[in-house]
């Protein structure tokens, strides 16, 4: 028994048929030629010559005594691939507008949290200033300490690197010392490093650091 196979998009239909009965054949073939009237490349199988002479029909050996018609499903793959772009349009704008709200909270998150981190700092420095440190540091972003050791005066501006500098009595810059502490800290707790250092051990903290040429400004 024979099986000729239709698909198309309400599915698939089987027909079963004799292909040895010469009548039930001619019905098949008959069924074939008004079902692929409008298909130029089909694909089918049959033992019968006959069959496979067919000038529409493009045979695949070892088909199982089926006819199958790619084309109908070729359509019905289509219409279904369209249905389901046009539903995920409208999801994936969704989507997109979603991960651009996300990506905008991050940010904003992220600057919040380095803002408060910045201004913990700051206030953790302030409560370590004398009032005249606190005048300055309000006034130029800068404050003045006394090396413990040596009795020098060094000049720590609101920075992370390359902020100390070693001032004479006029209060103009001697020459440049880096020296921070490791970690990834903010510039208020840097500050505070670079103050504790010297106030409490300068000629160690001096001992480690980087000097550096500064520019001295000439007398007028």
Same mark, same amino acid.
């Given at each position: ?14 027909? *079963? ?19 692929? %009237?409008?298909?130029?490349?089909? *694909? ?56 651009? #709200? ?58 992370? %690197? ?32 670079? #103050? ?25």
């Amino acid at each position: 028994m024979a099986t000729q196979i239709v698909m198309d998009h309400t599915g698939d239909t089987r027909h *079963y048929f004799d292909a040895d009965d010469t009548k039930e054949f001619s019905k098949a073939e008959e069924r074939f030629k008004a079902l692929t %009237s409008d298909f130029r490349w089909l *694909y089918g199988g049959c033992s019968d010559r006959r069959w496979r002479s067919h000038r529409n029909a493009v045979v695949r050996s070892g088909c199982g005594r089926n006819i199958v018609l790619p084309t109908a499903c070729r359509r019905l793959i289509i219409m279904i691939a369209q249905r389901l772009l046009t539903a995920t349009r409208p999801i994936g704008r969704l989507l997109a507008e979603w991960a651009r #709200k996300v990506q905008a909270l991050r940010e904003r998150h992220r600057e919040l949290f380095e803002d408060t981190k910045e201004a913990r700092g700051v206030t953790l420095l302030r409560e370590w200033l004398s009032p005249e440190q606190q005048a300055q540091f309000d006034a130029d972003r800068y404050f003045d300490v006394i090396g413990c050791d040596s009795g020098k005066r060094y000049r720590i501006r609101y920075g992370c %690197s390359t902020n100390v500098h070693e001032i004479d009595g006029d209060g103009r810059s001697i020459v440049g010392w880096c020296f921070v502490p490791t970690g990834n800290l903010v510039a208020g707790d840097v500050v505070l490093a670079q #103050k504790i250092a010297l106030e409490t051990n300068e000629l160690r903290a001096l001992a480690v650091a980087n000097r550096f040429p500064v520019e001295v400004p000439r007398r007028s």
